[in-house]
């Protein structure tokens, strides 16, 4: 006889899932699942997920001590990737059941009011709840300082100007959503980057039911924030590729912002080679191709594809590829303007058709090949 879950299920299935992405959080998540335990306990049968890019202090066996304790805790070990967005995702699909929230590992998130987030949600007239810092009844002067507060501020009106849901804090990490609402959008999102509310309230259009708490943002427990400057640049990335409608991916245009860099590392090469070592031309230009082709490949491996950045002799290997990808590239480019400029000799357009050309065939071999995931 096959056994059913409505039979024998082994445990109580989990009614509500929180995802917690962490990256060095060892010590915040034991009191992070006794604070979750005390406003949740008798409400609902909830379990934790922690997402962990394998931090170096350990969070992740240590998330699955706490399991071997009480099952209702689960980790996720994720390996050579990192990535808030594509951690909460990825933990969010891990769910089976019908209500997940995401919330942060160090305490900043105050984790009472997950029964009223819960409470919404159940009514059923929404389908998600923001935990909001800057709308009615919240604040971040705990956690956030006054520069940053200013600047979240910024940022979330420029985001409400283009894509108006009525959340005032588009930013926050913390909310909670129907898991079926989930499932729908996940395709659709972008795994690197920070922003992973942002982007589910503006790829939903308006088919998303929003409401908004408030709450008081803490100051982290232990630890230290990782968000830094490239944070910024990532989202920039996120709007634009949401305005162009996904036709422009957002590593195309960093991979592109990349190789225009590139070039002034080039120019800058070239004429200190030759002008300043004197150097002959070609062996000049060789070295100045080359000096751009590692600027480029690191560059790259910092930011554009930093969720799967590669280290010690897989950085090697990436840089070898790289030069064999941009090689091939360039004979591509090449061919491209000669091709067009003979036919019709506009020397700018053959040459921008050229570089375009050489540009996407870097970035499609170097997504599939260098990077690849
Ligand atoms: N798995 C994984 N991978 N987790 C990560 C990563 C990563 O690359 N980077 C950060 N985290 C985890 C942290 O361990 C923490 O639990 C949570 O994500 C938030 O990271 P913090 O470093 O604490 O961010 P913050 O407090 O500066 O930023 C908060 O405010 C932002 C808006 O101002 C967070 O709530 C953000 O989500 C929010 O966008
Ligand atoms: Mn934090």
Redesign the pocket.
Known sequence: MQASPQQSPSRESPRLTIV??????RDNIAALVNSIDEVLHGKIAWEVVF???NSPDGTAEFAKKLGQADARVRCIR?INR???SG?CIEGMLSSSAPYIAVM???L??DESILPVMLDRLTAGDVDIVVGSRLGEGGSAAG??SAK?EMS?RIVASIVTRFFPRGVSDV????FMMRREAFDVLAPQLEQSG??ILADILITSGDSLRVAEIGFTFRA?QAGV???DSRVVLDFAGLLLNKLSRGVIPVRFVFFALVGASGVIVHIVTLRLALISVGLSFAVSQSLATLVAMTWNFYINNEITYRDSQLKGVRFLQGLLLFYLVCGVGAVANVGMANWLFVRDPVWWIAGLAGAAVGAIWNYALSSSLVWKR
């Open positions: 917690v992405p962490t990256f060095n959080e997402v962990d890019d994720r990192r990535g808030l951690a942060d590992a160090d900043q998130h956690g956030l940053r979240s930013l926050s990490g913390f920070f922003k982290r924030s990782k968000l």
